[in-house]
């Protein structure tokens, strides 16, 4: 047995995008990644040294085979997935834009191995080991009645054994109403440590709607007793220059990240690497430490193509020591 | 109005591929191209020189409309689709093998749009206005149980216009049971003209086995009262080397098409080219132009990447005046 | 005969550019697409919803055909090409620039079939049954003179039939003088409702030249009682950034475009998709209309490479209603 | 701590190539792939099922980094790789040829971290907690005369833990003389229990040379005390097109493996997946077994680009069982 | 002034290739390379040692520059190119064919550069100092009336100059017609010491047709007094494997080349590659040397992409002594 | 003998670089370049017009002679080079970053072919002969203590023949100290005419440091009694976004190059192309010709992928003469 600092539970779909701006209606190529919210955060937390283990549930096929093989490639723990020969491997597609046409993603992911699991698939008792923390985001209950099911098994299992919770609440209009997301992610976040989201899901999910984003964190941590909150900001002058931060509120403080100006290669999981090196540094040195770990390595993370994040932590800890755009030699 | 000689009914996917032998878990490239049955006959016999429609029911999301876009780009008419903002498009992934490690195929089409058809969804006495063949294969039927009796409609209002009904049978074991198949291609074949099979296949749906194909061809033309009755032979000494020929029965005699050496580039949807060029012969010419065109369009096709033919008219019948190997100029 | 709200008259050719901001020299990789200025018309128009048909003289060759091909990928009615087997078909070679290097391109259309085209080839009278508006740009009449009287020609037959004329002033110095461009586009221009061009243009063919675009557009409107005259507009502080829109002037009034801010894919053609948007705006729903459409199909035709527009109707209208720069899901 | 059957030991590299059969002054990009030999030995192993560990010494810096990624991607575990700053990561090119140009490669190895490594470095008490075997190529102790220590170091740690030791002869004649790795290689295959050769390495380290590879196989076993010797045989009719199989001797027997005709995608590395399967099934069920698996696994492996082998176990078997050349749905 | 051996004198142009096996109407994407007869001699004679120059016209645009850039890139010296402002560079299309699927070739080279020279633009004496030999094809003066009025003129200058003359039948149908030719090649080939050819090509201009091949060589050698003609020899079992060898007469006598087996790559060119390294073994070693080192470069040229040879002398000369399929290390 | 202005000496590598910003760990493909400090320049004054020799020691494998042949390519003289059958060709892998992760290098240079020259082993009286002038930088003494030695006899030998010296500071902290740098380069460029530097270089090796760079100029100008210090001065707001200028002080003047907006394709070797803008400009018409060819040529490199420069003189004069981003036709 490994040691785990982290357990992830969630989806990883085959992620296809035509290259060089293309049309998917243009293109006769397609770059082939991986990808999916938790195993994003998976990624970007094992990069600056955690322990980490992935579960989800995989069709047994080479789609499912690349999805394991991409997360052990990260050096992540693949072996509690629970494999079936059954169901399929959730894809989507990307277009990257260019102003004034925006990225766009089609899915195509009803039906996969994991939005058909149940509960009691998952020997969570075993998993949870030595483990410091359990996260998952608000797409893997919003995937089917079994995976909300199986998500709340999850996390009561964690609780009870003393396990802290991270949730990302990641709303996904094509997945589930807000009445229906209101309703699970309250039962979710009320059993939670740390909550991670943006002002506009907050909005959408608990209709809770604030002068500023320090508000909406506070309201937050009070409303569900959270031990940290954070909100990453974006803001989108064009598609390929975008700036980049977040706060954190804890214990009645808020800590605020440092603030990149970040030219988009792939913006698609930078919220996951946020995530990633937010659970990096809350474990390692609390929220300040947290949310600097959290923007600092997301920054990084938009310079690369595909979902997951290569930066490693003494690239990381350079930008947040205001590395400089010098070549590296 | 176009004026159309064949009207084709069925499926057709995005097909995904790793180019240079790549397996699937090894890639992070895809070639993208569209592909099925009876898209792929559509083309075969549009590049002879048929007006041909093309009838199928796809989700108007851009993978749907790149199957409508290439249908066009070789001048098939689509204005028959149904399009649909539900369902989904099929996708299926091809890996291309070298011996001793055959091609292999993994299928995602599930609940796709032309499964989830109905019928009385599409005008067929519109459709088939001035048209002399109406073809399908074998796997339009097996998508799901609305889409076999939308083919039996189909195939109805054919009759009853007139119209001559050619069916490939094209059995495939993932989608239906050899039982299923035998009860639904009866009716079918039973009201078709034009059968297209091969040995193999007869003998997994009508459970006929003979001595030669010769006499596989005859009891079926006799079991179905068909005009006629091709099967195709392909021999694979090697995975990049395959020989390749067909014999049609027709009023009592065989016809023999030539045979030809093939050096492999893709040889999925060869079958599908032989059926286009088979009609084409057909029409203008009887069974012994029909056997000779399918096999020599057929042959070329395995020559081109994906699975549509390229070939023109011109250079079919080069190849069948003996063209010889030597750069053409 | 399927139905046409549009014909377009004029050259296409083959493409040829290397990726990745590659010189010519540097290259051993080319894209390979189609483009000429009344074939991209005809795409933002078909894709807007217009039917449309094209008209131009090729070679028959996988060159040509694979204009034939691109135009029918996108629903363009190419039955009406004057089909030789003489001539060829035009290329043109494309760099693409970065800041300070601006992009070039390397023309080698000499002799093309459609530069050889003669009055006379083209029955006018059919194609027009039923049309709404004929397109041509001041490229056509300058590739030869034949060329030149096949315009006029069609010009004439068009008015004869009351069909609308429209014409891209589109002055190309490599082509002709600005004396025989004068003299020739006069007599155009004289027959046209509809005239599009620049302020650069407009000065270098006809010697007008005012304090602003505004009085250029009013000066050409009246000079030639013209129905409606566009102008484009594009600041270019950079290679890969640049700002669009465009005005028009129609009874007595002008109308004016957004305004975008555009990461630059691929500007070549942008004019012409503001050409088939303000056509489909403008047939539909007059100057203002057209304008808009004009504008916001060109800024999103910037974003995809090629010559060609990929955007759809609901995409442009999205972005003429503010869409916004969120990922698309 | 994970449970490992086998413990390899050796020099990873990163492989680049030009595709397409392209010479390298031809290329402008190149392939990149990781290779070596005991890693593609692990992987072969581990695709079959078995356990295994990598043990090797590798610059911390990017290219070392993909090794150990590829490694893990694979499932092999790479916990005990020694890390370090200083030194490099060895390279390799290679030329895919056609005949009659064969393969060629140029490495570019000397000094790599591997190379650079000294007994004492590596913990081997506590890798070879519950492994089966160990095993190691001649390639290792020709790296540098340090390295040659570390090997003996390592046999001899695993013939005391009671461990059984399996040798690739595997002669480099750029690393070293023949004299010197017949002295070197003695001492260690002195120490083993299955040695892998080709019957011209044995001549050239060992200068046994008989009339058959049978008695070369028969005589390796008796001079050296060994388990089990196998023998890989080649033959070259050209360079896509050969023919694989191997045989083994074990107590006083030999064992034939299948004979394969090979459509060759990339043949190096085929004699690392030969022991990587030869291993497997003499874990599992013997030499007869070992024969068996290497030869099928490491045809297959010569259909894959790159190094590293990707067939899976049941692929393994199926091929084994007669597959045939049919496309697998 | 650099030494050179040769001069060579004839017409080079950009070629175009879908990669992939794609037809033309099916790619995006083009390969780019550049090639033509005479430059192919000139860089295969180089590879092997010789001192050559390169006489053409070429337009200064980046598709001429590309030509010579590619012609130094292999040592050839470019300082007597003509360059103009006016004209075009000649473009070729070449399709990768798959038997029974033969490669074929779209030329788009009327109106270049050097269609257009004129005698008297080369200063021919200037060129001939010191140099042993001048080779041409007969393509050169197929160009044009004023290219073969050139072509003339250089074989004049050369002779006067008592340097050999080199010629390469290479009849291009469809430049000129069989009778223009042989009266053009008549003219030039009684001027020449060397000729080079085939059957067929002998045949159609010369009207020479004989038993075998000796017997053409014989009959050629004594009707224009030839010093050595030889003849080359390709079997086309498949497009993919082809075998090749060749044959010279010279002083009375036949010698004959090795014959190899060839996994075809890229045969456009071999032609030219076994002049050059026919011309430098005849100017080193006479006719016998001459055969040999003309067959085994042209055998390693085709298995290269693009019309130049990439061979070094090592490794012909390696080939010539058997040097077998392994793998080269 | 060819005639040269310039003669240039240093190392050339093997670049290496994923594409489309992909890092190192995740690419599977490299773009494969040549470049090296005294390369690029000898390509960027070679583009312009001047004659220019390039001497190195080269290993005779194909890395080696792909560099040769791309010097070859752009018209370099390689008649000089040492060739070598030992030691090794140096290659360094670049990842192109976006704001804020910088670019970076890896090098794998040690004990190449041109670090282990030593004096003697260039003909530098045979080589100077009617040259100008004599360039190489700070990085090739740094490479090994014979590869100083072998400079410093170069740099004696051009001093006595009369040819100015030019010395480009480029200080590799990876390659030397700072202690050992100024030792060696104040003996340098004690003997130079012509220094090229940044102000951290001259702070780094001189221990200069000024007000402003034009007194850094002025105080190296003195303290070596140079004729002309030029200083390149980048701004880096963004990664893909900076701004480049250079001054030079000569004679007791400042002169001052145009400023351009650059938008970064890749920046490496833009001081490179610099300095043979600067030494053309200087050998042509003296130090303000010298700074605004040099500012120019390399403003336009940056717009090139990889280290050498495919500008042409008329592009680079297009732009000092204010060319604008229109599209050039």
């Keep these: 047995m490994r040691h785990h600092d982290l357990v992830m539970f969630g989806e990883a779909m085959i992620r296809l995008s035509p ?5 998917l209606e243009q293109t006769n190529l397609l770059d082939i990644n991986v990808g999916g919210s938790e195993l994003n955060v998976a990624v970007a937390a094992q990069r600056l040294g955690l322990g980490v283990a992935y579960v989800t549930r995989l069709t047994n096929n080479p789609l499912g085979r690349m999805i394991a093989n991409k997360a052990r ?11 079936t020969d059954d169901d399929r491997v959730g894809t989507y597609f990307v277009e990257f834009g260019a102003s004034p046409r925006p990225n766009s993603v089609v899915y195509d992911r009803r039906d996969s191995a994991i939005a058909r699991i149940r509960p009691g698939e998952v020997d969570w008792d075993a998993i949870f080991k030595g483990v410091k923390m359990f996260h998952t ?9 079994t995976a909300a099911e199986a998500t709340k098994e999850a996390v009561r ?7 802290k919770v991270s949730i990302d609440l990641n709303y996904r209009a094509l997945l589930w109403s807000q009445e229906k997301a209101r309703e699970v992610m309250s039962e979710l976040v009320d059993a939670a440590d740390i909550l991670i989201t943006t002002e506009e899901d907050t ?5 809770i709607k604030k002068d500023n984003y320090e508000e909406v964190a506070k309201a937050l941590a009070e409303q569900f007793h959270l ?19 977040a706060i954190a509120y804890a214990n009645g403080k808020i800590h605020r990240g440092p603030k990149f100006d970040i030219e988009v290669v792939d913006r698609v999981g930078s919220g996951d690497s946020f995530t990633g090196g937010f659970l990096f540094g809350y474990l390692h040195d609390g929220p300040a430490a947290a949310v600097r770990y959290g923007v600092a390595i997301s920054a990084l993370k938009q310079t690369n193509p595909g979902d997951l994040c290569w930066a490693t932590c003494e690239e990381t800890e350079r930008l947040l020591e205001g590395g400089g755009l010098r070549i590296v030699r």
Excluded at 138 to 144: H, N, V
Excluded at 227 to 245: D, F, H, K, Q
């Design 157 to 163: 299992v964690a609780r009870k054994a003393g396990i």
């Design 137 to 145: 985001s608000g797409i893997t209950p919003a995937l089917s009645s």
């Design 73 to 83: 490639e990260h050096g992540v723990d693949t072996s509690y997935i629970v494999w």
């Design 227 to 245: 031990g940290a909150v954070a909100i990453t900001l974006r803001e989108t002058p064009s598609v390929w220059r975008n700036t980049w931060t």
């Design 203 to 207: 909005e959408r999910v608990f209709g």
């Design 19 to 23: 290259p060089n701006f293309r049309r």
